[in-house]
């Protein structure tokens, strides 16, 4: 089953913040969140690991409640070069992608 | 660059044909995934290969088919196309089984069926 991710879209003007949110129906491993420019491949941003553990960006923060198998993306201060779409990907058997949410930065 | 080699970039095919689509892995990677995406839409998980051996299968059509080969490449097999395929097909790959191990994305195969 697919995480469900809200909100599906955002905008936000430049030094704004945003949260973005991501839930599953299954117990998981862990949660992946990626960003994908349009037409690029996705790239990695952050791992979120049962037990507290994290591995990504310094600049990116990101939640994991591993009991409600949720997980929340913070984006602070945003920059122009945030915009994308951001997929959280979750992990019990193999590893999912929500429908991604589309993170405008507008100057 | 992340190490994640797709080919072809794009291919165009009429329905009714069968067409391979090929990922080598970064090195040392064990894991390969594939998803597909439709235009604008989210990655749609198809299958998972971890070492050789078929790891967790998504939603994945019965004409379509993948292996994953000694040298941990690994080849997606459409057949039958229909107009509905077209979509963006990424391969991705990863250290492990994914759990705690990011998975890094090929560039991407664009398959257009007219």
């Known amino acids: 089953q697919q995480p469900v991710q809200s909100p599906q879209a955002v905008i936000l003007r430049e030094g704004e913040d945003a949260v973005i949110n991501c839930s599953s129906s299954?117990?998981?491993?862990?949660v992946h969140w990626y960003r994908q420019k349009h037409g690029e491949a996705p790239v990695f941003l952050m791992i979120?690991?049962?037990?507290?553990e994290q591995k990504g960006h310094e600049k990116i923060s990101a939640s994991f409640n591993e009991k409600k198998q949720q997980s929340s993306l913070y984006l602070t201060a945003s920059q122009l070069s945030y915009s994308g779409t951001y997929f959280c990907?979750?992990?019990?058997?193999?590893?999912?992608f929500g429908a991604g949410t589309r993170l405008t930065v507008k100057p | 660059d992340s190490g994640v080699t797709q080919t072809p970039k794009h291919l165009i095919t009429a329905t009714g044909q069968r067409v391979t689509l090929r990922c080598s892995p970064r090195?040392?990677?064990?894991?390969v995934y594939w998803y597909q995406q439709s235009l604008d839409q989210g990655l749609q998980f198809l299958i998972q290969?971890?070492?050789?051996?078929?790891?967790a299968k998504g939603n994945i059509l019965e004409r379509f088919s993948a292996q994953q080969f000694p040298d941990l490449h690994s080849e997606l097999n459409l057949s039958s196309l229909e107009l509905g395929d077209s979509a963006l097909y990424f391969c991705?790959?990863?250290?492990?089984?994914?759990?705690?191990?990011?998975?890094?994305f090929g560039q991407g195969t664009r398959l257009t069926v007219v």
């Open positions: 991705a790959s990863s250290e492990g089984t994914g759990a705690n191990t990011e998975a890094f």
């Open positions: 299954k117990a998981l491993y862990s």
């Open positions: 979120l690991l049962k037990g507290g």
């Open positions: 990907g979750t992990v019990s058997n193999d590893m999912r």
């Open positions: 090195s040392g990677d064990l894991s």
């Open positions: 290969y971890y070492n050789g051996e078929e790891r």
